[in-house]
């Protein structure tokens, strides 16, 4: 069963372009939205994260919107440029919980072309 | 402050061997997790420690087992490995006082020949 379902699967922009990157949950206990973004050969990175109670987080160009109702959210990169070519992963999981296990998506991979 | 770091980075063995990885977290963090990375699966937790006590566990078979020390560093070990093993193995430690964020080490890469 997969609680977390993202797409798309891969994704090309160019650059300058708007990179958007969605994710269902149905888990209605999750309660904590993080993304990760991956280059090759190395471990996921933190972009940003939200949490339920809120329904948008912006954190430069990077912006989270969340839908609690609809059970998704979103990953928008505003400005795309090459450098964000990675593969993004959306996550969720049950904060204060007493454990810290995330599920995560089965990833996008995003390429900025020039 | 260093980050989360895995040793080895590689790793090649046979089927029916036993492995053993290793991931000490930042300095002060008290949660470690363990993740495997496969193309086909994507990432899928593992199992947690918090304290040297397996707090949650995933579903994966009993020859993954893991163990975490009174510094907070952790091992996981497969036995009778198997080809699909081959994967990833990515550990993330947590703070756990003011925060849920993981940090990822960069993954020890097995491969399972």
């Known amino acids: 069963q997969q609680q977390v379902k993202q797409s798309p699967q891969s994704l090309i922009v160019q650059k300058g372009g708007i990179s958007i990157i969605n994710c269902a949950y149905e888990n209605t206990a999750f309660d904590y939205f993080p993304w990760y973004q991956q280059f090759p050969g190395k471990g996921p990175a933190l972009l940003i994260a939200?949490?339920?109670?809120?329904s948008e987080k912006k954190e430069g160009r990077f912006t989270i919107s969340f839908n609690k109702s609809a059970k998704q959210f979103s990953l928008h990169i505003m400005d795309s440029q090459p450098g964000d070519s990675a593969t993004y992963f959306c996550a969720a999981s049950k904060a204060g919980a007493g454990s810290y296990q995330l599920t995560f998506g089965k990833g996008t991979k995003l390429s900025v072309i020039p | 402050k260093a980050g989360v770091t895995q040793t080895p980075r590689y790793l090649i063995k046979t089927r029916g061997q036993q492995v053993t990885l290793s991931c000490s977290p930042i300095?002060?963090?008290?949660?470690v997790s363990w993740y495997q990375q496969t193309p086909g699966q994507g990432l899928q937790f593992l199992f947690e420690y918090f304290s040297e006590t397996q707090r949650n566990k995933g579903n994966f078979p009993g020859r993954f087992s893991g163990r975490q020390f009174s510094n907070s560093r952790s091992e996981m070990n497969v036995s009778t490995l198997e080809l699909g093993d081959s994967a990833l193995y990515l550990c993330?430690?947590?703070?756990?006082?003011?925060?849920?964020?993981?940090?990822f080490g960069p993954g020890t890469r097995l491969t399972v020949l």
């Open positions: 993330a430690s947590t703070q756990t006082a003011h925060t849920d964020t993981q940090y």
């Open positions: 300095s002060g963090h008290r949660s």
């Open positions: 939200i949490r339920p109670d809120v």
